[in-house]
């Protein structure tokens, strides 16, 4: 079956403790994103990956990294949580090398940082 | 910049219409429509890659006019089923993505 894993689906931590969570499309896609969704901001990217090796800001990178070793997979990375990333983040993949094509999210992980 | 959508919430019976509306104050290449149902992962309605263009899918259409950087999903003839948050999404030169706050549809008997 076609789709995007995410994992965990629910993650608590406390501030300051790394975590990764992690992302795998199995659709062969290029396109590759995080966004974070809070309520009455909708989704906002994250950063996004065009390919292999290839990884851009979006509209909020600050406290996040990526990375994107191979096609499939395109794990976020909070080095140092706060509080203030407690959200609920989806990954998602396109096919295609840029964003204008049909987007494929996976199910979301909620994050609590406490 | 997030493009904006109106309205943030709309109450409709079913087998009426709504339109919702979509703006941007940078240039638009494409506009993608999402639907997202609560507790589960947003998907996709359609995308108009064209000024102009637009688009159809059962009774829910979508048109996109590149010159006012704007665009309006349609729905009509509304079933419980619409019920949900839509999205816009607009694509940057750079290929990176920006979505609108979102606005709430509900549906009632």
């Known amino acids: 079956e076609a789709q995007v894993t995410q994992n965990p689906r629910y993650l608590i931590t406390v501030t300051g403790k790394k975590l990764t969570v992690t992302c795998s499309q199995n659709?062969?896609?290029?396109?590759m994103s995080w966004y974070r969704q809070d309520p009455g901001l909708g989704l906002r990217q994250i950063y996004y990956?065009?390919?292999?090796?290839?990884?851009d800001k979006g509209d909020v990178p600050e406290g996040y990294k990526v990375s994107r070793k191979e096609k499939r997979n395109f794990p976020l990375i909070l080095e140092s949580p706060s509080p203030n990333q407690t959200s609920l983040y989806f990954c998602?993949?396109?096919?295609?090398?840029?964003?204008?094509?049909?987007?494929?999210f996976g199910q979301g992980t909620r994050l609590t940082v406490v | 910049q997030q493009p904006v959508q109106s309205p943030q919430a709309v109450i409709l019976r079913e087998g009426e219409d709504a339109v919702i509306n979509c703006s941007s104050s940078?240039?638009?290449?494409?506009v993608h429509w999402y639907r997202q149902k609560h507790g589960e992962a947003p998907v996709f309605l359609m995308i108009?890659?064209?000024?102009?263009e637009q688009k159809g899918h059962e009774k829910i259409s979508a048109s996109f006019n590149e010159k006012k950087q704007q665009s309006s999903l349609y729905l009509t003839a509304s079933q419980l089923s619409y019920s949900g948050t839509y999205f816009c999404?607009?694509?940057?030169?750079?290929?990176?993505?920006?979505f609108g706050a979102g606005t709430r549809l509900t549906v009632k008997p």
């Open positions: 940078k240039a638009l290449y494409s």
């Open positions: 990956s065009m390919n292999v090796e290839v990884t």
């Open positions: 998602a993949s396109s096919p295609g090398g840029g964003a204008n094509t049909e987007a494929f």
């Open positions: 999404g607009t694509e940057g030169w750079n290929n990176d993505m920006r």
């Open positions: 659709m062969n896609h290029e396109y």
């Open positions: 108009l890659l064209k000024g102009g």
